[in-house]
């Protein structure tokens, strides 16, 4: 799967790829009501000339990411990329080291092809212990300033915790928590898109 176009706007419009797990993917969602459909309605509403393609995945660790990215960036070519991965590698409790060289490559290779990158960050419950979660935490924190690209420290702020915004798996947001996690997202991707109607 390498990637699904979400909006309207013209096979010419840059792009904007989605490169994450089932967080971005719409999991338990009817179609249209993830936060990737939401950011192109916006997208248009505000004349940002831009169109979404949501290559995210279900179940995507940040191993299977460093697979798949070359090739998504290849066929899209895209302006920018937001990159939301780690969520599966924490649940999983996998190595942070390995985690961390992922997400830096793939942060590395993209900004290489002269793309440019928002990185979502994600935070682990606190059964994992204090150390495994701040370890976790701080992956994305040292990224974002080692590579200087905007971040969003935590995707889910104000659903995660808000069981009616959330599917019964706790895990996930319902479509009633998608408008919040496109709030989340605007104020770190809107300074990379330049003026409405113009092409970056």
Known sequence: MFGQPLSAAGNSAPVILVFGDSLSAGYGLRTGEGWANLLG??????????????ASVSGETTAGGVARLPRALQTHQPAIVVLQLGANDGLRALSL????????????MTKAADHKVLLLGIHMPPNYGPRYTAGFDKIYQDLAAKHRVPLVPFLLEGVALEPRLM????????AQGQPLLLENVWPKLAPLLGKPGAKP
Do not use: C, W
Request: net charge positive; glycine share 2%.
């Open 97 to 108: 080291n390995e985690m961390r060289a992922n997400l830096d490559r793939m942060i590395t």
């Open 41 to 54: 309605e916006r997208l248009r509403k505000e004349r940002h000339e831009f169109r979404i393609v949501n």
């Open 167 to 174: 599917l019964s798996d706790g895990l996930h947001p319902n």
